[in-house]
């Protein structure tokens, strides 16, 4: 019995945790460009890794151009606020003060298209 299990080794290039034992299967993690893949008994995991490319100055200081553009003066930002508070106050109901700031911002978009046609 003993003979059978000793032949049994010689024959299979693997000991008996089940690893491998030839110098070129020993390592386990191989490189691929883009990611690396990790051999497991029955499948393989890849894991891929992307480069993300930072943002230029460029991209930001045009990013923060557009967002102030589309920012609302700071009168503009007091009035908004003020009729937030007194919504959240309960001192006018809310669908009186979506009517306020619909309004308001339809009489500010007019205002501002009549003066960039003059």
Known sequence: ???????????????????????????????????????????????????????????ITSAAGVVRDRLPSPDQALFYGGLAALTAFSMIEWPVALAIGVGNALVQRTVEQGTKKR
């Open 1 to 59: 019995m003993a003979t059978a299990a000793s032949s049994a080794q010689k024959r299979s290039p693997r000991t008996q945790q089940g690893r491998p034992t030839s110098p070129a299967d020993t390592s386990r993690t191989k490189q691929r460009s883009g990611g690396v893949v990790i051999p497991l008994p029955r499948f393989s995991a890849q894991m891929h890794t992307y480069q993300v490319p930072l943002p230029k100055r460029e991209d």
